[in-house]
């Protein structure tokens, strides 16, 4: 009776002082945090950062914290007075630089009505999934990604000087978020046309959306990618979708070597636009 009784005392004391570090740290705007940042807080608390190695582990199973890889944890919004984490905030926190981007920035920025799936962002690193691991128990047969508390988070890797267009938005009251602008979201579908099913999402992009788009800056962003076929798809989009002369003339002035087919998913069949330098692969539906 009385290991029952310790035990059950030591259950209590974890757990309230577990409450009062995870208080502690959201009230610092720490609600995803690694352990150094734990101990340190557990430090200000007179909490004894040896505990801290049993107390993190006992929160996780509580279900008190969600521990996103090793020594990194997020808040689960459990706590009376909770403190909601949405998974964009722990998509650009698992890996930075990051930035919410494709479906993702899309479905935000009200640009399709499909609700995603995946939580994608593009980051100028490497990300190594644990489903990438060759001792992982559950290989996914297509596409990696992190699975946390039953959401899919999905990294495209990008250069360098391909990690621009990005703002940042307020995720709630607690935490802003970096995601690509309107402007270099759409341009995303021109650039990565296959993780949207082909180069038809474009184009219904600007067909539907063209006035509400800062196109300046879109055809600026296609300018400084720096990729002759983006621009001159998007140009001929442009074109197409009704947008004034002045605005896509930079993308058709563009010296270009040889024809790029529209759809880079399609064969190079169909219609040739010598203008634009464009093969109209979309069997004829949107020739000229």
């Not at 970096?178 to 180069?199: H, K, N």
């Amino acid at each position: 009776m009385m290991d029952r009784d310790n035990k059950g005392s030591k259950n209590i004391y974890g757990e309230t002082q577990g409450i009062r570090l995870l208080r502690a740290l959201a009230e610092n705007g720490k609600i995803i945090f690694s352990a150094r940042e734990a101990k340190a807080m557990a430090l200000q608390l007179g909490i004894n950062p040896g505990y801290l190695d049993n107390l993190l582990p006992y929160m996780v199973q509580g279900g008190w914290l969600t521990r996103l890889y090793r020594g990194l944890y997020v808040y689960s919004g459990t706590l009376p007075g909770e403190i909601q984490v949405h998974p964009f905030v722990i998509a650009t926190r698992l890996v930075t630089p990051s930035a919410i981007s494709h479906w993702s920035a899309l479905n935000y920025h009200g640009l399709t009505e499909q609700v995603p799936i995946i939580i994608t962002a593009f980051t100028t690193r490497k990300v190594v999934t644990p489903s990438m691991r060759k001792d992982h128990p559950n290989k996914p047969a297509g596409r990696h990604a992190w699975e946390i508390a039953g959401i899919h988070y999905e990294y495209v890797t990008v250069k360098q000087t391909h990690f621009f267009g990005i703002e940042e938005v307020w995720m709630g009251e607690n935490f802003k978020v970096p995601i690509t602008d309107r402007e270099r979201t759409v341009l995303e579908t021109f650039i990565a046309s296959r993780m949207f099913g082909g180069i038809g999402e474009a184009l219904g992009l600007l067909e539907n959306h063209l006035h509400e788009l800062a196109l300046e800056k879109l055809v600026a962003y296609a300018l400084q990618y720096g990729k002759d076929s983006v621009a001159k798809r998007l140009g001929w989009a442009l074109e197409k979708a009704g947008a004034a002369e002045n605005i896509w003339a930079p993308l058709l002035n563009l010296p270009i070597s040889g024809y790029r087919v529209l759809d880079p998913t399609l064969p190079a069949q169909g219609p040739c636009d010598k203008r634009w330098m464009i093969q109209d692969n979309l069997t004829g539906k949107r020739s000229r």
